[in-house]
């Protein structure tokens, strides 16, 4: 049976990229893509648990170069919920999965954010919205005090000064965040071989990044997706949107652009929401397109 995935590296020479497990997320498969229908689901029973729910893995990604400790999206937060009808979520486990990697809260030097999702955002105090949010320290205070903090402009300013439970807490991430967020826009290189790519849809300000090698020993690549895509079953069907998209039209134009630029390429498709395993390839249609895990 598929579940949330393990923790797992992939290494492009002397850099590499791990996911960090946080937590997951269980829903209804037709509560979270209102696109699909379950005669289409029927043909993917295998991303989907023995009691037809669909798992989505929530963490982070850690990028580390020569010089730079780097995290993508900081998960959940410390927290447990359900909505009922929808799905249950579960976080607090990033901590944890960064000690496993040797390292402390106070060794991130860089955290940037593809988008301001709660599920990206848990971390950046500790806690995220939910009925059992449990501070990690002193409401305010930085879990990554050391980082600098980097989203979009167009990002930060969709979402500032709203209370909105999909988006970032007013009190708990905007406002510790306020006078510490600086913005990275497409093209903006954050560290050699790390690069922003603008991946506009699922939020107005979403942001994709591309890791290389940046002294060329391979020509492997890693795209860090963000919410582009949340489970392999939309390599398949790229027309499938998420119900928090806010614009679908253009998440799914989005999604289709990167599909074809990465399949049967030697981009390696990293989805910190996909289940099984995060990191994969999107292969070329010969007969259809299709998904290859590694």
Known sequence: MIGPAPRATVELGDTRVTYLPDGHAWFTPESVFPTSSREEWATHAAYLDDEG?????VGSFLVRTADRVMLVDLGLGDVSFDVPGFGSFQGGGLLRSLAEEGLRPQDVDTVVYTHL????????????????ARPAGPVGELTFGNARHLVGRTEWEHWAGRDELTGPDPVLVQAPLADRIAFVGDGTELAPGVRVLATPGHTPGHHSLVVTDPTGSTDRRVLILGDVMHCQVQVVRSHWSFVFDSDAGQAGDTRERLLRDSEGSDTIIAGGHFAGSVFGHAQPPSARRDWARI
């Open 53 to 57: 729910r669909f798992p989505v893995s």
């Open 117 to 132: 999702h709660h599920d990206h955002v848990g971390w950046t105090t500790g806690t995220a919205p939910g009925p059992q």
